[in-house]
């Protein structure tokens, strides 16, 4: 991305320019403006480091000229099916549609957006930003075809008959890493993609309105440390709950950028590091009673020059909570790969992929995401659609 | 949207619906179901697919009101659309094709176990149905039950109609009569739990069909996490058929009576309501327009 010209465009006022710059290459520019990873921050080589992330979320936020919105044009290309409208399929479909091929999203959901309508809570990436953004998708003439799930309503051979050319399965890591806690199947436990899939699902988003249609008690203990226990911990604190995020480690080692550390603190998140649960207590009705956890401390450092961590001795302490929600990771769902005869996985379930075309084993079917990488930031997932992208031009016009 | 066609009131508080879903119908076979949302915003809902009508692009449903959301779908009318059915989910159950199979269900599970009756029965198979309820009233499906079984058994716990009985007490006998080659059983986690019991006992081959909380049907979430053989599956992906004698009941009932007693107290206030929306704030708009 051309970032040094789309700081200059906006130093001089053209934001229209500047967003038309940013979006040439970033599909996603007022998501990516909240909740990017910002790598490109930590290598600034300017004196005083600037602020991409907010500056492109301030083009992509202050552009707004309804004159140019144009009826969607109208490929002509081969056509093309992309599974799942996450981040990956999205930045795919864009880079595709822009190749002038005729692109076709399938959603299971009643809406595009994939993890970043169901996964990530309104409050970081508002619901009305993203229908911007996947209309200025749709404006290229991709289509959404929501309400169908490939390999159940439709099948990939029946897609193939239909004359899609080529396959692009972006289904993401969304299924959890079941956590083996003792206590883990008693009511009120719920894993972090549940919590924020309901969160979102329903309408409890208008936290201040709604109830939530789930069973959330006063106290929570959100494990984990990545951004979806982070995300877990903000929105419960905004349900009025007393929140607080155990983990193992220290505060500095969490996964997360450190402003939304510093929200989440401020919001009201106490942070409990160099905490391990052991078991989660049910009460009489077998539902959470208390959260069992034993304290950590650093002991030595071992061969790779990480700190390992021991039990403290006679640490043993219970913290009084009505609910647990884990969020210590995700796996691909497995649902379309099984359905799929002949598509080799690895171990972990991700699908393998050909390192230099990006082909799976079946002819015509290419992977992109998460779903071959298991996890990663937003980033990693929009550009591995974009190589994806290229992977299937370069395949139809061999 | 999806269009309701035909709605049908079967017995007091369950509602049978007919909606237009050709994509789905032409897909789903028994044993599989589908996740509605009644109105943008709910939540999603797993039905068992009663029926599917391939040339008309019908799909049935049956549910009892319980909760929020199948009170909200139940007062759908003819005419009216479902926003959002998504399906059709889950793995279709194993068919056999030839011996003799007891298919045994109480309440509700009368309505999810007679297109497993209908489809053995198609294959070659010998179908012997039991069905229990609490009173007349409350028995479904009577009709359609001895239709699709070569005989059908019918108890009710107060005795209102036909016998005496519990359903279980006819397996019984019937196991020690006859050489039985699979069991098939739904209905509430208890019933599932003892009929599970006596089926180990004689070492026949026994299969139910699981209904979990879900939230989005499609192996995301983790609500529907059971525990099988040991091992923690998903019953949005890998069932909802498992296998009677490796499924852990004690697991999986801990966590659904829970959800059961929840489920009453759902419609709740919220605690945070304001008393502003609704009539009141348009009159206090509608009085500050005048005003200006």
């Known amino acids: 991305m051309d970032i040094p010209g789309f700081v200059r465009f906006i130093r001089e006022g053209q934001l229209q320019s500047a967003y038309k710059l940013i979006t040439e290459e970033n599909c996603l520019p007022s998501v990516c403006g909240r909740i990017c990873s910002a790598p490109c921050e930590n290598v600034c080589i300017e004196s005083n480091r600037i602020s991409v992330r907010a500056l492109e979320r301030f083009a992509a936020d202050s552009y707004r000229s309804p004159f140019l919105r144009r ?86 051979d029946e897609l193939f008959e239909d004359g899609f050319a080529a396959i692009l399965i972006a289904t993401g890591a969304g299924t959890p890493k079941f956590m083996d806690l003792p206590g883990a199947n008693i009511a009120g436990v719920y894993y972090g993609e549940e919590f924020l899939m309901r969160v979102n699902l329903t309408r409890a988003n208008i936290f201040a309105r709604y109830n939530p249609s789930f069973i959330l008690g006063d106290h929570v203990a959100v494990i984990g440390s990545g951004n979806t226990a982070l995300d877990c911990a903000r929105a419960a604190v905004r349900f009025g709950r007393e929140v607080s995020l155990v983990f193992r480690r220290t505060e500095e080692e969490m996964r997360v950028k450190e402003i939304e550390r510093i929200l989440g ?134 | 949207m999806f269009e309701i066609k035909n709605k049908i009131i079967l017995a007091e508080d369950i509602k049978r619906l007919d909606v237009y879903a050709p994509d789905i119908a032409a897909k789903s076979l028994p044993g599989q179901f589908v996740s509605i949302c009644p109105e943008e915003g709910d939540e999603r809902i797993p039905l068992t697919v009663i029926d599917s009508d391939f040339n008309k692009g019908m799909i049935s449903i049956i549910f009892r009101e319980c909760g929020s959301t199948t009170k909200k779908l139940g007062k759908f009318s003819i005419g009216e659309k479902v926003s959002s059915i998504l399906g059709p989910l889950g793995l279709p159950a194993r068919i056999e094709s030839k011996g003799l199979i007891v298919c045994i269900a109480t309440d509700m599970g009368t309505a999810q176990i007679l297109p497993i009756c209908r489809a053995h029965r198609k294959a070659g198979c010998k179908v012997i149905g039991i069905i229990g309820a609490k009173t007349k009233r409350q028995l479904l499906l009577e009709a359609q039950m001895r239709l699709s079984c070569d005989k059908l058994h019918v108890r009710t716990e107060d005795g209102s109609y036909v016998k005496r009985g519990v359903a279980t007490d006819v397996l019984k006998s019937i196991l020690q009569e006859k050489k039985v080659d699979l069991v098939y059983v739904i209905g509430s986690i208890e019933f599932m739990q003892s009929v599970v019991s006596i089926s180990k006992k004689q070492k026949i081959k026994t299969r139910v069909q699981l209904k979990p909380v879900m939230v989005d049907c499609m192996g995301m979430c983790g609500a529907c996490r059971v525990k099988v053989g040991g091992e923690m599956v998903l019953a949005c992906c890998d069932g909802p058929e498992f296998d009677g004698h490796k499924v852990d009941f004690d697991d999986f009932s801990l966590r659904q009576k829970a959800f059961e007693e929840a489920g009453t107290c759902q419609n709740s206030k919220s605690p945070f309501s304001r008393k502003n929306g609704g009539a009141g704030i348009l009159t206090k708009l509608f009085s500050d327009i005048i005003e200006k």
């Open chain 1, 71 to 156: 009826p969607p044009m109208k490929q002509r290309g081969k056509k093309i099916a992309i599974i799942g409208s996450g981040p990956s399929g999205l930045a795919a479909a864009h880079s595709l549609a822009q190749k002038k091929y005729q692109v076709t999203i399938f959603e299971a959901f009643d809406k595009p957006g994939g993890v970043l309508r169901y996964g990530v809570p309104e409050f970081r990436v508002p619901k009305k930003m993203l229908d911007n953004d996947i209309s200025q998708i749709n404006n290229l003439g991709v289509q959404i075809k929501t309400h169908c799930f490939v390999g159940q309503t439709i099948t990939v």
């Open chain 1, 265 to 398: 603190k401020e919001e009201g998140v106490h942070f409990e590091p160099l905490i391990r649960p052991v078991e989660i207590l049910p009460d009489q009705n077998n539902f959470v009673g208390g959260l069992k956890c034993v304290r950590m401390d650093y002991a030595d450092m071992d061969s790779t020059g990480k700190w390992e961590l021991i039990e403290v001795p006679d640490s043993v302490f219970e913290m009084n909570v009505d609910t647990v929600i884990i969020a210590v990771g995700h796996k691909p769902n497995s649902l379309l790969t099984h359905n799929i005869s002949g598509l080799k996985l690895n171990k972990s379930g991700t699908i393998k992929i050909d390192e230099d075309d990006g082909t799976t084993s079946v002819e015509g079917i290419f992977a992109s995401g998460n779903v071959v990488t298991n996890a990663g930031p937003l980033l990693h997932a929009m550009v591995s659609g974009k190589h994806a992208a290229d992977d299937i031009d370069r395949y139809l016009k061999k």
